[in-house]
């Protein structure tokens, strides 16, 4: 877990976002209109407790800075983003999950084996857009993003979400940035916030 989640997402996105609009949409996510640090990341898989999101766009920024940062991306691929786009597409990939997920209870035995009523975490998903096309719909409500920034919000689940897998490679090969983000995005579920 981040110490101090809230204010390194706040730190980073405030160095490196500035473009028109960019402090509206944060003052949303920091307006009692969103949940967006204190949301879970999913139910139970990856981040599923208080916070989890803000961690995970956290870890995401993180990655994708290190992916960015190889020489072969940079020299033979031509990946060469400003820190805004970096920023902006890792921190606000899953921007979708704000106001997603409820507070639920079902019966589960304690450790002494008596039944109680116990916290777990639903979808109650008010806003059916799909998932990055859900993000790259909030965010472009508040800001304009350069078409590869939209690409690589909406594909950054690459090959593992629902869509069709021809528009995916296909948005890989013509977005690089697509690319990028799902590695990062995979990288920080699968090996830093993967659930013991």
Not at 40 to 56: K, M, V
Not at 113 to 120: D, F, I, S
Request: aromatic share 14%.
């Amino acid at each position: 877990m981040i110490e101090n989640a809230k204010e390194e997402f706040l730190r980073i996105y405030q160095e490196n976002i500035s473009r028109p609009g960019s402090d509206k949409l944060l003052n949303y996510l920091l307006s009692d209109q969103s949940d967006f640090f204190e949301a879970p990341c999913s139910t139970r898989y990856h981040g599923s407790y208080a916070g989890g999101l803000c961690e995970h766009s956290i870890n995401v920024y993180n990655c994708l800075k290190d992916y960015l940062t190889r020489p072969r991306t940079k020299e033979l691929y031509r990946m060469n983003y400003s820190e805004e786009t970096i920023a902006l597409v890792s921190l606000l990939h899953d921007v979708c999950k704000m106001n997603f997920y409820a507070v639920d209870y079902r019966n589960a035995k304690n450790d002494q084996g008596v039944w109680e009523k116990v916290p777990y975490y639903t979808i109650n998903d008010r806003l059916p857009y799909g998932h990055g096309e859900k993000s790259v719909y909030i965010v472009s409500g508040f800001m304009r993003l350069t078409r590869e920034e939209a690409f690589a919000i909406r594909y950054h689940m690459g090959f593992s979400g629902i869509e069709d897998r021809n528009s995916i490679g296909s948005a890989f090969e013509m977005f690089p940035l697509a690319f990028a983000l799902s590695v990062a995005d995979m990288e920080a579920t699968y090996y830093l916030e993967a659930t013991p």
